[in-house]
């Protein structure tokens, strides 16, 4: 299976006049096509900077290094016009609050027709409106949707729309950051099976971005765990919710309790600390000042992530890979 | 941040009289041209001294109407609520001494601060509007130190050194402890919290709830959360009252309604929360129907999986659910469901 999407060492720094902000610290990351990885982690640790990057969409002040290649194009060094043909028809975006990401006073079914008019000037108006019309089947609208403005929706329809204009030119990579966070339980689960389908059905590759371990768990095939701009733990995604073996990683998987999980009964888990300010980061291990786990080595050695498990899992903590004696 | 001593003993309102109760509470929003909205319709709910009730449910089921028509904010078209036994007034005056023992905090703690006031300014506010200035149960207490308290009772240690903060100097989980000091300030014996951690990161959302578990068992102060959060209902919560369409179609401790869940709804909701994994999924379809339409007979019916499956037939009640709406929950009590499969 070749990678759709292949992240290698990037960094990306932001450049202020005072000082330089390391956002995301050497990142390596594969999706392969049909295939869903989520991406975990606070507010801060790097993951939407990761995410906008791969369409070249960090600020100006980004110094970027490293390779982000989709279908083995390096997206740092291509022109204008391959990166706008890149956008949209190669890999789209799906945000967080879908009402922010809308025009309120053009038609949904305009603004889903708009991607697929500029991106092929040869489409006519009425192919256009048809395709519109399968895509808004495709995700579970009726077509009659199509008419609406944005207040009309609901949040989840507006979430599926979101979904059927990053749909619109036929991507083979979805990148999804935190598409659920503002929506209800029920809501949130027929909007995950609705990118399921999709990963299943049309073979697109999925990089879902969530703050939530346990819908990281029950969607993706496998996920990624960042913390202050690194990858600390990836491995199934399942599995990782389910068996954490980085303090880090457990922090957050018990921040959503198990309904019927007696210890978690009147005692709500929670990890003290902020995470570290990128200009400041903590010696050896950045996690070490926040972690249960910590002894003296943490705060001298800054460790590797290495594979455990037969490969089924990788973790960046000295006290589960016994990288140094602790 | 862990283990309270409660958890051997939580207090219900059926063993402890209710601090605030809801009669056959109804709110309806009129507007020229349509039918109108009947957003709470008819809701009995108590709750007891030193209790944490969950108010649970999906957007547009009527939760946050309901949490803002108790604590005054949108006038009952019907029935009533009741403080300590006594009919809440309408007016001004009464609402006003009403609001200081009971506190409202709301979902986006960014939204709830002024970006211009500072942290004591925020805090103090509620103290200068209800005129809290000393002399308070016989000892005299000076502003600051009234803020003060407030601030170290939220968890914000020492108070002093964030005072002179402005909310975009704070990380979100200190927004939010802000804002629970404001509440605190005026010494209210209820808050009701609406999304209290929706906003929050997961590492601080833990610390938020245990910081509310905190307060009820140091403060004996009760608390309504209002959540579409199942986990942070197990999370916390005596007592779970789960709400569809303007009712609340089911009601009990926290075990009976998560782990013995009688509603077809309650189920459905309990089998997508995404590390329940035992449960076969039951995603409902479509969203709960507009409030003015509800649908005749039982208001869940449309979408209901029992009657879909055929159980309803089989139970014979399959004619029930389309034709008789269940009745009204009483306001504490057993563990009971508005449904035609659970008399």
Known sequence: MSALLEIQDLSVTYRTREDDLPAVRGVDLTVNA????????????????????????????????????????????????????????????????????????????????????????????????????????????????????????????????????????????????????????????????????????????????????????????????????????????????????????????????????????????????????????????????????????????????LSIDDGERAVACIRVTQEVPV | MNASTTATNPNTASDTRALLEASRLQVTFTARGRPPARGVDGVNLAIGQGEIVALVGESGCGKTTLARSLVGLEPPSDGEVRFEGETLGTSTKDLRRYRRRVQLVLQDPTGALNPRHSVYDSVAEGLRIHGVVSSRGGEDRSETQLVAHALSQAGLRPPERIFLNYPHELSGGQRQRVVIAGALALQPELIIADEPVSSLDASIRGEILALLLKLRDDLGLSLLVVTHDLGLAWNIADRIAVMYLGRVVEMGTAEEVLQRPKHPYTKALLSVVPEMDELEPQVLRGEIPDPSRIPRGCRFHPRCPALADGEAERAGVAGDCLATSPDVLPAAGPHAAACHLHP
């Open chain 1, 34 to 305: 049909g295939e869903s990885v989520g991406l975990a982690g606070e507010s801060g640790c790097g993951k939407s900077t990761l995410a906008s990057t791969i369409l070249r969409l960090q600020p100006p002040s980004a110094e970027v290094t490293g390779a982000i290649l989709v279908e083995g194009e390096d997206v740092l060094t291509l022109g204008w016009g391959e990166l706008r043909a890149l956008r949209w028809a190669g890999a789209s975006m799906v945000f967080q609050g879908a009402l922010h990401s809308m025009n309120p006073v053009q038609r949904v079914g305009d603004q889903i027709a708009e991607p697929i008019t500029l991106h092929d000037s040869s489409v006519s108006a009425r192919d256009a409106a048809s395709r519109v019309e399968e895509l808004l089947d495709q995700v579970g609208l009726r077509s009659a949707t199509a008419r609406s403005y944005p207040h009309h929706l609901s949040g989840g329809q507006r979430q599926r729309v979101m979904i059927a204009m990053a749909l619109a030119c036929r991507p083979r990579l979805i990148i999804a950051d935190e598409p659920t966070t503002a929506l209800d339980v029920m809501v949130q689960a027929q909007v995950l099976a609705l990118l399921a389908d999709l990963v299943n059905e049309l073979q697109v590759g999925l990089l879902l971005i969530s703050h939530d371990l346990s819908v990281l768990g029950t969607t993706c095939d496998r996920a990624v765990v960042m913390y202050a701009g690194r990858v600390i733990e990836q491995g199934a995604a399942f599995d990782l919710f389910a068996r954490p073996r980085h303090p880090y990683t457990t922090a957050l998987a018990a921040a959503f309790p198990r309904v019927g999980n007696h210890a978690a009964r009147y005692a709500p888990a929670g990890l003290p600390g902020d995470p570290p300010d990128p200009r400041d980061l903590p010696s050896g291990c950045t996690f070490h000042p926040r972690c249960a786990r910590a002894v003296d080595a943490c705060s001298g050695h800054d460790p590797r992530l």
